[in-house]
Structures are given as structure tokens and as C-alpha cells.
């Protein structure tokens, strides 16, 4: 069932009522209005997207001088090029003239830009080269009207971008995770596959089902076989610690279980969160696949299966699961209110080749199965809280404690808005 999801009471100061009073129900999920209301969604994306740090490629997406992709957010689209000087630019594919999208296909290769309304000319850097025969106003520049440009930051071979140009500094956050994301040489890798879900449901529910696994043993039977993170820490403490214990002098990596957690309210700038964690995999499990046997060569710097996976966050909304042998990228993108893409990208070492050193349908099993799973279960979900009669319930104070903290992170977001929508 696919929901059009509306509240008739809807406005700027219900909003802020609302917040409040959720804020005063710490510990619990929140009220059908958030995943119903129209303002709460334009505050979100006012107040959080657009001022996040968000996983927008991989550097292998452009290679050559020229090359471009678009990311689209919301209902914007940004271009992501690498100009002919073959620095990276990051712009709005808006018109300086009167707004049209001045780039339709969703990557290729290009020497300008010219926006098919009127045929203003870009360069691949985004600057005006040429609009015709605007030589008539008087006063007029072409280097007044370049495309917008928008910030990015290009670390270990992923680009990210903030729309907000007041953002806080992301470098700081990454280079954090410099050793412990470093052992993947993700600048080298290779792009095996990336699928994209379409979840019919709230963006919320995606992410808040991402950062709890109090699910995993009831709804990922595949995953909860090979991955301790289905079970209290001190059941499977005793695991992790032996993990922790082989992990560097195994993968020769030194510092590759540090963790840090620096995310929602712990990051040092609004939306530059920065999480790492090295967790255990079941005994005979050396990587995320069917049985737990690798499928594909070892990544980057790692010398070895140690029996552990990594875990990060980078930014609110961009995830990796970190194998020895592939790493597995999440990114979850609002797209309307009872709508969100959840990007999967798999990467694989750099020189590893398709059917030669990897079966691309092996290497993606697990989370493609796992991603379906959670598809039908955040739907489920969906349909649940935007029932009339759905009354929120406590939060599993460890499994959910993730997603308590993206809620409290959230509200006191939406609430900043709301409050300066509402004057
Ligand atoms: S809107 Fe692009 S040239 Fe007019
Ligand atoms: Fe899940």
C-alpha cells in the first residue's frame, strides 16, 4: 500500500507544539505527525539535508577530463564534474539565466554545458562562457553569472558534498578515520555494482530500521548467521574481544579496531558525524557472503580475514560495512515524504576483474537479500505509524540506542526550524 501521507492540522506552530512535546517523551518513537506532516518534511530538508555532508560519488565515476554525474537530492540536482583541467567541481545544475536544468542525462562526458532553454554556455568548471547576445544589457558579465557552486570534500576517493555553504568542517571528522578506513584503499577500488531501493516509506524509518539491528535475528535470518550484532554486547563480548585481540597482527593494519564516535549530537559540526567500530563475525564467518567464504580479493592494505567487520558512519545519512575483502556503501536519500532511495554501492579492490577474481552476484547476495528484507519490513512499518490508531512505544534501551540518538539529534533540528518558521 502505497500512502499519500497528509496531516489537515498541518502549520509552523503545530510543528513546534509538536517537537516539544515529543522531546518530552525521550526514549520513545515518535508521533504518526512527523511521518505525515508536509512542513516537518520542508523543515527536514531545510534544517537537515541541505546542511549534512552526503556521500555524492565515487571518484571513479569521473575519470577523464570532461566526465560528470549527477546527484540529485530532494528535488535538486547537482552536477559532479571534473572540469578540464581535471580538478573536481561540484555545482547546481540551475540555469543562471531563468533556471532550467542545463544538463538532463545522468552522467557521460561533456566539453561545455549549454542549457537547452536559451543556450547559455557552460564551461566544465561551471563558469558562463558564452550567453547569447546578452552583450545587449548593459553592464552585463558572464563571470557574474557562473554556475553555483557547492561544497564538497573529496576523501579517500569518495565525494562529499554539503549544500550549505555556512557548513561546518567535514576534513577534521575524516581524517579521524584516516588508519581505520585507509586499510580499503577505497581511492584505488572499484566500483562493483550499486543498486538503488526504492523504499515507499519516510526517510526516517529507513534510517532509524539502518541504526538498530534488534531486528537482525528476526527479520535477516542470511545476515544474523555470519554477525554478532543481532545479540546483546555481552553475549557476544567474549567474540569481539578475541577479535580485537588478533585484528592487527592478522590484517596488518595497526589501530584497525579504534573506534570513535563521533555522530548525531557527538559530531563536531552539525552533520559531519564520523563512527567507526570493529565488530565480530560468528566463527567460520570470514566475511559478509552466503557461507561466510570471501568473494573477492582482499581489499587495499589488508593482509589477512581477522573474523571482524568494520562499521562506519560518515555524515547522517552515509553508512559503510567494511569486509576484509569488500566494503559495502549505504546512502539514504529522502525523495518525497513517503519516499527514499537506498543506495547500495559494493566496492572491490582496484585491480580485482568481474568473473575473473569475483562473482558479482555472490559478492552482492547478502546485502541485496538483506536490503529486500528491509524493505518489506520498513514498509510494514510505514503502513503501522500511519495508522490513526498507532501509539508509540519505548525504545530497546541498547539494540535502539542508535536510533534514540538519531531521534534526539533530530527533533532538536527540526525543532530550530520550526521555531524560526513559526515567528
Ligand atoms: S534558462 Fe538557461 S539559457 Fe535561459
Ligand atoms: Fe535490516
Same mark, same amino acid.
Given at each position: 500500500m502505497k500512502f499519500i501521507a497528509t496531516d489537515v492540522t498541518d502549520s509552523a506552530a503545530r510543528l513546534a507544539e509538536m517537537v516539544t512535546r515529543q522531546q518530552g517523551k525521550p526514549g520513545f518513537a515518535i508521533d504518526s505527525y512527523f511521518y505525515r506532516s508536509h512542513v516537518t518534511y520542508q523543515t527536514e530538508l531545510e534544517q537537515i539535508v541541505y546542511k549534512s555532508w552526503i556521500y555524492a560519488g565515487h571518484i571513479s565515476q569521473i575519470p577523464n577530463h570532461g566526465d560528470y554525474f549527477l546527484f540529485e537530492l530532494g528535488e535538486d540536482s547537482i552536477i559532479v564534474s571534473r572540469d578540464d583541467i581535471g580538478e573536481v567541481q561540484v555545482m547546481h545544475n540551475i540555469c543562471r539565466h531563468r533556471g532550467s536544468r542545463v544538463c538532463e542525462e545522468k552522467s557521460g562526458n561533456r566539453k561545455t554545458y549549454v542549457c537547452p532553454y536559451h543556450g547559455w554556455v557552460y564551461n566544465t568548471d561551471g563558469s558562463l562562457m558564452t550567453a547569447r547576445d546578452m552583450d545587449l544589457l548593459e553592464g552585463f558579465s558572464c563571470d557574474d553569472y557562473g554556475l553555483k557552486q557547492v561544497r564538497f570534500e573529496v576523501f579517500q576517493g569518495m565525494i562529499f558534498i554539503n549544500l550549505d555553504d555556512e557548513a561546518g568542517d567535514f576534513r577534521g571528522p575524516l581524517e579521524k578515520l584516516n588508519t581505520v578506513l585507509g586499510a580499503y584503499d577505497l581511492a584505488n577500488a572499484r566500483v562493483a555494482d550499486a543498486r538503488i531501493y526504492r523504499v515507499d516509506a519516510n526517510w526516517k524509518l529507513c534510517l532509524e530500521n539502518y541504526l538498530e539491528c534488534y531486528h537482525c535475528a528476526t527479520s535477516h535470518r542470511a545476515y544474523a548467521r555470519g554477525h554478532t550484532l543481532k545479540e546483546l554486547d555481552h553475549k557476544v563480548r567474549p567474540l569481539n574481544e578475541a577479535m580485537w585481540a588478533r585484528a592487527e597482527k592478522v590484517?596488518?593494519?595497526? =589501530?584497525?579496531?579504534?573506534? #570513535?564516535?563521533?555522530?548525531?549530537?557527538?559530531?563536531?559540526? !552539525?552533520? &559531519?558525524?564520523?563512527?567507526?567500530?570493529?565488530?565480530?563475525?560468528y566463527e567460520g564467518y570470514q566475511t559478509g557472503s552466503e557461507d561466510g567464504k570471501p568473494v573477492a580479493?582482499?581489499?587495499?592494505?589488508?593482509?589477512?580475514?581477522?573474523?571482524?567487520?568494520?562499521?562506519?558512519?560518515?555524515?547522517?545519512?552515509?553508512?559503510?560495512?567494511?569486509?576484509?575483502?569488500?566494503?559495502?556503501?549505504?546512502?539514504?536519500?529522502?525523495?518525497?515524504?513517503?519516499?527514499?532511495?537506498?543506495?547500495?554501492?559494493?566496492?572491490?579492490?582496484?585491480?580485482?576483474?568481474?568473473?575473473?577474481?569475483?562473482?558479482?552476484?555472490?559478492?552482492?547476495?547478502?546485502?541485496?537479500?538483506?536490503?529486500?528484507?528491509?524493505?518489506?519490513?520498513?514498509?510494514?512499518?510505514?503502513? =503501522?505509524?500511519?495508522?490513526? #490508531?498507532?501509539?508509540?512505544?519505548?525504545?530497546?534501551?541498547? !539494540?535502539? &540506542?542508535?536510533?534514540?540518538?538519531?531521534?534526539?539529534?533530530y527533533l532538536d533540528a527540526l525543532g530550530r526550524g520550526a521555531v524560526s518558521g513559526s515567528e
Open positions: 590484517t596488518g593494519i595497526k =589501530g584497525i579496531t579504534a573506534g #570513535f564516535y563521533d555522530y548525531y549530537d557527538a559530531a563536531s559540526a !552539525f552533520g &559531519a558525524c564520523a563512527y567507526h567500530s570493529r565488530y565480530a563475525l580479493p582482499l581489499m587495499g592494505h589488508m593482509q589477512g580475514f581477522d573474523g571482524g567487520a568494520g562499521d562506519f558512519q560518515l555524515g547522517p545519512l552515509t553508512f559503510m560495512l567494511n569486509y576484509p575483502d569488500h566494503c559495502v556503501l549505504y546512502r539514504f536519500i529522502p525523495r518525497g515524504i513517503t519516499s527514499t532511495d537506498m543506495e547500495i554501492v559494493w566496492f572491490v579492490n582496484g585491480d580485482a576483474e568481474a568473473g575473473v577474481d569475483y562473482d558479482r552476484d555472490k559478492l552482492t547476495w547478502l546485502w541485496h537479500r538483506t536490503s529486500q528484507e528491509d524493505e518489506a519490513i520498513i514498509v510494514r512499518n510505514s503502513e =503501522g505509524v500511519n495508522s490513526h #490508531f498507532f501509539e508509540p512505544g519505548p525504545y530497546h534501551p541498547e !539494540f535502539e &540506542a542508535m536510533s534514540m540518538k538519531f531521534i534526539s539529534w
